[in-house]
């Protein structure tokens, strides 16, 4: 089974609403990513949020890790339609595993 | 523009066919990783490469073969593909060993094997 799973698998918002997405994961990381794909692009990288940190800001994006909970959630803050996208989580366990999960779907209608 | 450089952008081929995909990167890092990404589903580690040696095998079938002549530039040599090998071929770059791992992603090749 995978190791990252976004949750919703879909996310439907008008503009100007905020966007929260879920990641969970099973095994102990040193760092948790949030990257961005564009339909049919290679992916951009968002954010990175280490173990030891509970949360981080980048512009409009606000990224929580419990690492307690083996848990994350990207939160985007008034969301446009340029932000529509398939947003991935991916935890960094060592060595050279960066492991994906599926992927949310956003679509912000304008 | 990520740094990272992925040819050719579309690739049709037959299942007799055998062909390259290139990859790219003149970010200074020193890991490169294939990707295969099909519909709903996560991305796969394919391979992974570290100062030029491969380190990661993630059970991909042998008709895929890797090859990474220099820490700049990987290949993916494609032969006898069959039609659940469509997928988009996505290249990434890191430089593990910095504290922060985040991986520089190509555009990706959209292989469709006929």
């Known amino acids: 089974s995978q190791q990252g799973e976004e949750d919703p698998q879909a996310l439907s918002i008008q503009e100007g609403e905020n966007a929260t997405m879920n990641c969970s994961y099973k095994t102990s990381i040193n760092n948790l990513q949030w990257y961005r794909q564009n339909s049919g692009r290679g992916l951009v990288h968002l954010i990175l949020i280490r173990s030891n940190e509970r949360e981080k800001h980048s512009g409009r994006l606000r990224v929580t890790l419990d690492t307690s909970k083996k848990s994350s959630s990207l939160l985007i803050t008034a969301s446009r339609a340029a932000d529509t996208a398939s947003y991935f989580c991916?935890?960094?366990?060592?060595?050279?595993?960066?492991?994906f999960g599926a992927g949310t779907r956003l679509f912000v209608k304008a | 523009e990520t740094g990272v450089t992925q040819t050719p952008r579309h690739l049709v081929m037959g299942m007799t066919n055998k062909k390259s995909l290139k990859c790219e990167q003149h970010l200074g890092h020193n890991a490169m990783y294939w990707y295969k990404q099909s519909a709903k589903k996560p991305l796969e580690l394919m391979f992974v490469?570290?100062?030029?040696?491969?380190?990661e095998n993630n059970s991909v079938p042998s008709r895929f073969s890797p090859e990474c002549p220099n820490s700049s530039h990987l290949f993916l040599h494609l032969h006898t593909l069959q039609p659940e090998d469509s997928a988009l071929y996505l290249c990434a770059s890191s430089h593990p060993g910095t504290g922060d791992t985040e991986a520089f992603f190509g555009q990706g090749t959209r292989l469709t094997v006929v």
């Open positions: 490469y570290s100062l030029e040696e491969r380190v």
């Open positions: 991916a935890t960094d366990t060592g060595g050279f595993k960066t492991i």
